[in-house]
């Protein structure tokens, strides 16, 4: 603390003052929740989001049927079916296979160009600090795409290819608490769960990604790190 006196000098005490303070808290609107709550609210709560996932995933099951029929049409998936007689081969659609290579090659020309994947535009009025600004930023971003990002260009890549068989395709940009950085991956299509009567995501009331299964280990990992509460999960099934 600091004393200030009569004659304008100052009295300073040092010492650790805020050893019995309570550590700040972060503010409400990025709490998480879940450790707010009472563990029968959690489980309750849990159990109506898990029946609301599923009428979703119903509700999407004749399209997401489609997509595997189209990557066993094209080639792209393996198929065990018999064919129309014995030793025979099935037949592939390779038109619709160069169509989606031609597409392929054209789009990942212009969304992955050797100078980085990021632009930057000044939005109002294009001032000499804005505009440098502006440079800063896309040469930050680009540097993070191509060389952080390790994966960036693999994904995006593979998600141009697969784009032209899907039709929906999708990028999930997260910051990752292993790696210390945004990490950007490709999601399948049948991974994201969305009411097949929703206008768009934007309308959708759930958008759920379906992640896959996590080992122990990283379970617990996730969980001494504040990811995931640290409650009993008992044995996998």
């Known amino acids: 603390g600091a004393e200030l006196l009569p004659d304008g000098s100052m009295i ?3 010492g650790d003052d805020t050893a019995d303070e309570t550590p700040p ?7 998480n929740l879940a450790e707010l709550m ?3 609210d959690r489980t309750r709560l ?8 599923k009428r979703d995933d119903d509700s999407r099951q004749e399209r ?8 066993k049409v094209c080639g792209l998936e393996k198929d065990d079916s018999a064919g129309p007689f014995e030793g025979s081969s099935r037949a592939v659609d390779s038109l619709t296979l160069e169509v989606a290579m031609r597409f392929h090659a054209r789009a990942l020309a212009e969304t992955a160009p050797p100078g980085g994947p990021i632009r930057a535009q000044v939005l109002g009025q294009q001032t000499d600090d804005a505009l440098a600004q502006a440079d800063r930023v896309k040469d930050r971003l680009n540097y993070w795409a191509t060389e952080e990002a390790q994966e960036w260009l693999d994904d995006h890549d593979k998600l141009l290819f697969y784009l032209g068989f899907m039709g929906s395709m999708f ?10 950085r945004p990490t950007s991956r490709m999601v399948w299509p049948d991974a994201v ?8 995501i934007d309308d959708a009331l759930r958008v759920t990604h379906k992640v896959p299964p996590l080992s122990r280990a990283r379970m617990r990992w ?7 509460l640290a409650d009993d999960l008992g044995e996998p099934e």
């Open 171 to 180: 990028k999930k940009v997260w910051q990752d608490p292993e790696q210390e």
């Open 25 to 31: 808290q972060p503010p409400q609107d990025v709490a």
């Open 64 to 71: 997401v049927e489609r997509w595997k029929e189209i990557l």
């Open 46 to 53: 849990a159990t109506d989001l898990m029946e609301a996932i």
């Open 222 to 228: 996730m969980q001494e790190r504040g990811i995931y």
């Open 38 to 40: 009472e563990p029968e």
């Open 193 to 200: 769960i969305v009411d097949y009567n929703a206008r768009d």
């Open 12 to 14: 300073v005490e040092l």
